[in-house]
Structures are given as structure tokens and as C-alpha cells.
């Protein structure tokens, strides 16, 4: 009857090809940055190192690290600032609603 496929036993459908040319592209990644010796400076914080939209500075290889922990701490600084500021607003909103709300219960009364 061959409903669904569940009669057809002898087509066989292989996915293997896709996995092993998958596998076949890291292991030559692999060995291409083992051959490199120039380090390509990703670390534990690397997703850092991506310029914001906002940010006008352009990206500058940081030979010392002490620059690359300013560089850091600066950037770290200014994500706090922000989230802060965010925190502020949020804040301040929910304020609003409240005074909104208070308000609105006294005209129903």
C-alpha cells in the first residue's frame, strides 16, 4: 500500500554526506589556526571586541594588556551606565502608571 513511505522498505534516504562534509570543514579550521601563529585575540571576553553602532572609536590591535583591560573596564563601565540608566526609566515609568492609576480610581468614585 506504500501509505506514509511504510510500504516503500527499499529506498533509504542518507544524511551522513552533509555531516561529514561539516566535519571535514572544522577539522581544516582547525588545523589552519594551529598553523597560524598569530594569535586571533578570542578569549574568554571576545564578544566584546565588536565596535558598537554608536561607538566612533575604530578597532586597534591592543598589543599590552594592561590596554586591553582599560579598554575593558571602560567598555564594562559604560554597559553599566546604561543598564542603570534603563533601571531609571523603568522606574520612573512604574511611577507614572501608578499616579495614572490612582487617578483613575478617583474619577470612578
Given amino acids: 500500500?506504500?501509505?506514509f513511505g511504510f510500504g516503500?522498505?527499499?529506498k533509504v534516504l542518507d544524511l551522513t554526506e552533509n555531516y561529514k562534509r561539516q566535519i571535514e570543514k572544522a577539522e581544516k579550521a582547525r588545523s589552519l589556526q594551529n598553523k597560524s601563529p598569530v594569535s586571533s585575540g578570542a578569549g574568554p571576553f571576545s564578544f566584546f571586541d565588536s565596535n558598537e553602532a554608536g561607538s566612533s572609536e575604530s578597532t586597534v590591535d591592543l598589543s599590552s594588556p594592561e590596554e586591553?583591560?582599560?579598554k575593558?573596564?571602560?567598555r564594562i563601565m559604560e554597559m553599566t551606565e546604561k543598564?542603570?540608566?534603563l533601571?531609571?526609566?523603568i522606574?520612573?515609568?512604574q511611577q507614572r502608571l501608578e499616579?495614572?492609576?490612582r487617578k483613575n480610581d478617583l474619577k470612578r468614585m
Fill in 99 to 101: 499616579v495614572l492609576e
Fill in 87 to 89: 533601571s531609571n526609566q
Fill in 72 to 74: 575593558l573596564a571602560k
Fill in 91 to 93: 522606574y520612573h515609568l
Fill in 83 to 85: 543598564v542603570e540608566d
Fill in 8 to 10: 516503500k522498505k527499499n
Fill in 68 to 70: 586591553k583591560k582599560k
Fill in 1 to 3: 500500500m506504500g501509505l
